[in-house]
């Protein structure tokens, strides 16, 4: 039989496009309630400051002004603050300095976005223009914009319970055998680097709106989230103590998240604590500058490196010390992005024995930190990559070469790294080969004496990553301090005509779940794509589930509708052989048919749905009516997705302007239900690496203002930035979930940086330029140009 | 944001105190300026009309000066709160020193800082804009303070000249900046003004 062209690896179109680009998106900010008002928060314009006093007054007399709250209002309340979700301990055991999180300050702003009041109005104008007669007096404090600043003896203090405004200081590794490692080695490479702090700018901006029902005391949450399951947890147990059975989140359609809008913010506590208080709906929504200074930033690393070679170029060991920025105050998952999800991550696709890194996380007074697609592993991928470039530079090895005689070998898998993980399954030859071909590195040499021809200086650059999908499970990462289950839900309702409905515990916000999701479910049920249905973001409706973050929808999602979907063709066998006369176990199940095995004897999909729901001809004593099966799926470890990335550029030297020429990516995803979507995914996220390695930085001044705070200041990739990308899978399966998949959300963001950089690097060594930051602007290579000029004519 | 700089005027340095003192010169002086009012010895309030890209708009201003040690130096600070747009403030110090009878170098240092939203959309514009408010008002003040007729003959009174009497002068003609700057009487409200105009702008 042929494949089908609406199931497992068939690119069908996304089925939710048709509502996007006709405008007919339902997104938060659409959604209005009977009365609703609007919230206008005010911020504070300082990094650091007391909150001496703060005089409403006028505010709440002014015109359309319902009410206006301070943090002084939610402390009578009792309003708790926004929790961590993950501990992290310093190297002695003890736990990680977590200071208070009040949805509005109380006594001290910590960062330039700070909430600082709320005013609930009839308009969002009247809203905006009361929040101009608030009269606040802040008494400013010394202030610490960067990592820098944050750990010089004698720096101002951000909390006083973090000495050093040190949150953490983690270890992770066998530091001894590292040590050893390095006495014995041939050469050490060593690399000192900075991954740029980025600002997500999802395209949608965060919106949140409050709904309180006086008759049934009901909240409602409508909020622009990846997991509104997580949201109700948190917001409804540790902050507003609202029990869940009265709190519904619902997250409708969102327009991207990128990590952003994991986390519960403040604006979703404070909408929903004012509209309980003024017993009307309150929304709230995000202009553009108010995304820059509230929004969770991004990355924000220092790092040092070493890495310890013998005389064949073989890793020894690898020694890191990095400084995490973790912002003033702890986002949800902000903690564990630069340790379990980084510096597990460091032994890459290498074979690496020995791997030791410690991690200084410290408190600033900028925008928090937290996950930004990739999470942490970018962060890995960035300094492992560049560093193996260096390593190749100080053995005179060959880059490709010495990732080759490094690579852990096919027969390897499970592997076992030094950093906790242990690599299901990978082939990491074949995607390197396979990129090699495609981006025709063999002919490079020629390209680059043509451009020289022409004055221009071309580079070409490879990173072979590795990143860990779907983090998992539960207890393991409960033992290493997750607060939260990291399992995913899904039920299959399947009604009575054969028509299926898909309920998820993940969120799409971009990825294409209505499309995926439902492939799964035609190709396991054989039943047309059009006769499934996926729902998901609304607790009203969906089962307890995580959401969507880390590249998790499919493999642990997905996952959970296939063991759902198993429950429903196991139940749907035992009424089948009911109206077949026939053994259970003479059943067969496929391409949506039930039959009896050698036999022409089946009933079709919709005939079994039928006979559950009127069960009049139906085993009553021994089977409940009905076909609705929910499963929960806790996976047995991460997955593991890695690849190849080639950047191929040419840059001006009078001008240090870099262009990518060509981009070309290899990625190991596992089984890929969608290569369409796949390919949309991976060009996202190659879009976003680009971005961090060439355009993008966020900057703080040294006071602590942002100055990077809008769309002239802080520069999105855009399509003339972007080359032409090739996208190519090299599968190999998962093996401990029954799809075989791995998950592709991340690995563009992941794998592109470090290649596109050390294409640059490649550009400018023969002037003698070893290093380049991010993001490599015209500016900066230009300076580098102009340095190694300069260094070359002194010599 | 630190800006310093010096400039020669060739007027006596009692003759440019009193004209940095004088709220009619600083009016012809500033440009867009409407009203100058002198609240008492220590404080002005200005209401300007500043351009800032494509968008104009009208600003009260109030600067104080303090430290003063007449005819020598003085400092100066201003100070705007914009509420939800955030708030700038600035200070100079002002030092007049007499090269020859009318011929004053003026020296300064002035620091600015911008918060909130203003530094975050704002805080390059107000760099370039009160750079070149500033040097329109340099030009203005020298060609006012420069005494044409009788130099030496500084009256007690104010060296309050009509504009008329200013306008037949050549402008710039005595003025000879040793490189270009600012004079922090003016590029304070003017910071201020522009302050006041990009407060209006992102709170829009």
């Known amino acids: 039989m042929a494949p089908r062209d609406d199931g497992i690896g068939a690119s069908v179109r996304r089925k939710e496009d048709f509502r996007f680009l006709t405008g007919r998106g339902m997104y938060t900010d659409d959604i209005n309630r009977p009365g609703q008002l609007s919230a206008y928060i005010l911020r504070s314009p300082y990094p650091h400051a007391e909150l001496v006093r703060i005089d409403t007054s006028k505010a709440a007399q002014a015109k359309g002004v319902v009410a206006v709250f301070t943090g002084a209002d939610m402390a009578k309340d009792n309003v708790g603050g926004l929790p961590c979700g993950w501990l992290i301990k310093f190297k002695d055991g003890s736990p990680m300095k977590e200071p208070p999180h009040p949805p509005l300050a109380q006594g001290r702003v910590r960062y330039v976005g700070d909430q600082v009041a709320v005013v609930i109005a009839e308009t969002r104008e009247a809203a905006r223009d009361a929040a101009e007669l608030i009269d606040v007096e802040y008494k400013p404090l010394p202030a610490i914009a960067t990592i820098d600043d944050a750990i010089k003896p004698g720096a101002a203090q951000i909390w006083d319970i973090a000495p050093g405004n040190t949150c953490y200081d983690w270890e992770l590794g066998d530091k001894g055998a590292v040590d050893t490692a390095f006495k014995k080695a041939h050469k050490v490479a060593k690399i000192e680097l900075v991954n740029n702090r980025l600002i997500p700018n999802a395209m949608e901006p965060r919106a949140a709106l409050g709904d309180f029902d006086p008759a049934s005391g009901d909240y409602t949450l409508y909020t622009t989230s990846q997991n509104p399951h997580v949201i109700r947890l948190l917001m409804g147990a540790f902050v507003l103590h609202i029990p869940e059975s009265k709190l519904r989140v619902f997250a409708p359609d969102v327009g991207g998240g990128f990590g952003s809008k994991i986390y519960h913010y403040a604006e979703e506590a404070i909408v929903t604590w004012a509209a309980g208080k003024v017993k009307r709906p309150v929304k709230w929504t995000a202009d553009r500058s108010e995304s820059f200074m509230s929004d969770a930033h991004g990355r924000d690393h220092v790092t040092r490196a070493e890495l310890a070679l013998d005389k064949d170029g073989k890793f020894l060991a690898l020694r890191v010390s990095t400084l995490a920025n973790l912002g003033a105050y702890l986002s949800t998952f902000s903690t564990c992005i630069p340790t379990y999800l980084y510096a597990t991550l460091l032994a890459g696709v290498y074979t690496t024995p020995a791997i030791y890194c410690e991690v200084r996380a410290v408190f600033t007074n900028t925008v928090p930190v937290d996950a930004y697609r990739g999470a942490g592993r970018p962060e890995a991928t960035y300094l492992l990559e560049r560093l193996v470039d260096v390593a190749a530079r100080e053995t005179n090895m060959d880059r490709v070469e010495i990732r080759r005689r490094n690579f852990i070998p096919n027969d390897a898998f499970p592997y076992q790294t030094p950093v906790a993980l242990q690599y299901d399954s990978g082939n990491y030859h074949a995607t390197l080969d396979q990129a090699l071909k495609a981006a025709d590195w063999a002919g490079f040499e020629k390209r680059r004496a043509e451009a020289k021809a022409r004055g221009k200086l071309r580079g070409i650059g490879v990173s072979t990553y590795i990143e860990a999908c779907g983090i998992a499970p539960s207890n393991i990462a409960g033992a290493l301090g997750a607060r939260a289950g990291l399992f995913e839900t899904a039920e299959v309702r399947v009604h009575p005509t054969g028509t299926v409905t898909v309920f998820t515990g993940c969120h799409s916000h971009g990825q294409g779940h209505e499309t995926t999701y439902a492939q799964l479910v035609a190709e396991g049920l054989g039943i047309p794509i059009e006769n499934v249905e996926v729902v998901h973001g609304d607790t009203a409706k969906i089962p307890f589930g995580m959401g969507t973050y880390g590249s998790r929808s499919l493999a642990v999602g997905g996952t959970a509708i296939v063991k759902a979907m198993d429950k429903v063709i196991k139940k749907g066998k035992k009424i089948a052989a009911h109206l077949l006369e026939a053994a259970e176990a003479d059943i067969e199940f496929k391409d949506g048919k039930f039959a009896v095995a050698g036999t022409d004897k089946s009933k079709a999909f919709g005939e079994i749905s039928l006979a559950a729901y009127v069960p009049h001809n139906y085993p009553l004593e021994e089977l409940e009516p009905g076909l609705d099966e929910t499963a929960f799926y806790d996976p047995k470890n991460f997955t593991f997705p890695a690849g190849c990335h080639i950047a191929e550029v040419e840059v001006d030297p009078d001008t240090g302007v870099t262009q990518l020429v060509k981009f070309t990516a290899v990625d190991d995803v596992g089984r890929v239900i969608n290569p369409m979507i796949v390919e949309g995914q991976v060009h996202g996220g190659v879009a976003q690496g680009i971005g961090q390695a060439l355009l993008e930085r966020c900057v703080y001044d040294s006071n602590g203002q942002l100055l990077s705070g809008s769309m002239m200041d802080y520069t999105m990739p855009r399509a003339d930035d972007l080359p032409p990308i090739s996208v190519a899978t090299h599968t190999t399966l998962c093996t401990h979930n029954p799809l075989g998949v791995k998950g592709c959300g991340e690995v563009g963001s992941i794998g592109s940086p470090p290649a596109v950089i050390n294409a640059i690097v490649d550009a400018l060594s023969p002037l003698g330029v070893r290093d380049i930051s991010m993001p490599a602007t015209p500016q900066r290579v230009w300076q580098a140009i102009q340095g190694a000029q300069t260094r070359q004519a002194a010599e | ?204």
């Open chain 2, 1 to 204: 944001m630190d800006m310093t700089g010096e400039y020669r005027i060739p007027a006596a340095r009692e003759t440019v105190w009193r004209a940095l003192n004088d709220p009619e010169i600083l009016k012809q002086c500033i440009p867009g300026c409407e009203t100058v009012e002198k609240v008492s010895d220590t404080e002005f309030t200005a209401r300007v009309a500043v351009a800032v890209g494509p968008v104009k708009a009208k600003f009260n201003g109030r600067v104080t000066l303090t430290d003063l040690q007449p005819p020598e130096s003085y400092t100066i600070s201003g100070e705007g709160q914009g509420g939800v747009a955030g708030f700038g403030k600035g200070s100079a110090n002002v030092r007049l020193e007499a090269e020859a009878p009318i011929m004053t170098v003026l020296r300064y240092t002035a620091q600015a800082t911008v918060g909130g939203k203003l530094a975050q959309i704002g805080a390059r514009l107000v760099d370039a804009t009160a750079r070149k408010l500033a040097d329109e008002f340099f030009s203005r003040f020298a060609s006012v303070v420069a005494a044409p007729a009788e130099p030496g003959a500084a009256a007690p009174e104010p060296v309050a000249t009509p504009a008329e009497t200013v306008s037949t002068e050549t402008p710039t003609a005595a003025a000879a900046p040793a490189r270009p700057a600012l004079a922090p009487v003016v590029w304070i409200p003017l910071l201020i003004a522009v302050i006041g105009i990009l407060l209006w702008l992102v709170t829009r």
